[in-house]
């Protein structure tokens, strides 16, 4: 059964940081591009990064140069490091494979407020 859970979520000024992390099971996680996914308020949940089984990556036009995916296969883990965050990039964070398929985890919330 496929399991994904997010964590590392939290209350973060302008330009700050934060650092998510999203474990996997139930899958053969090496073989799959996986992505991180955002749901703000009033809004559908929408692709920001994904990452390919071999390393490559893509982001969505606002998050380029602030945000970077990554993934471990050992850890059957996947990474969202985002910097300088901005108000905008408040939301619930979801990870999941690329395109995305029924479960999802719980979502982290991240919050950028001042």
């Known amino acids: 059964q496929v399991q994904l859970v997010e964590s590392g979520g939290d209350l973060v000024q302008p330009g700050g940081s934060l650092r998510l992390s999203c474990a996997a099971s139930g899958i053969i996680f090496s073989g799959y591009p996986m992505g991180w996914y955002r749901q703000a308020p009033g809004k559908q949940r929408a692709l920001v990064a994904s990452i390919t089984a071999g390393g490559g990556t893509n982001y969505i036009e606002s998050v380029k140069g602030r945000f970077t995916i990554s993934r471990d296969n050992a850890k059957n883990t996947v990474y969202l490091q985002m910097n300088s965050l901005k108000p905008d990039d408040t939301a619930v964070y979801y990870c999941?494979?690329?395109?995305?398929?029924?479960?999802w985890g719980q979502g982290t919330q991240v919050t950028v407020s001042s």
């Open positions: 999941n494979r690329y395109p995305s398929q029924s479960p």
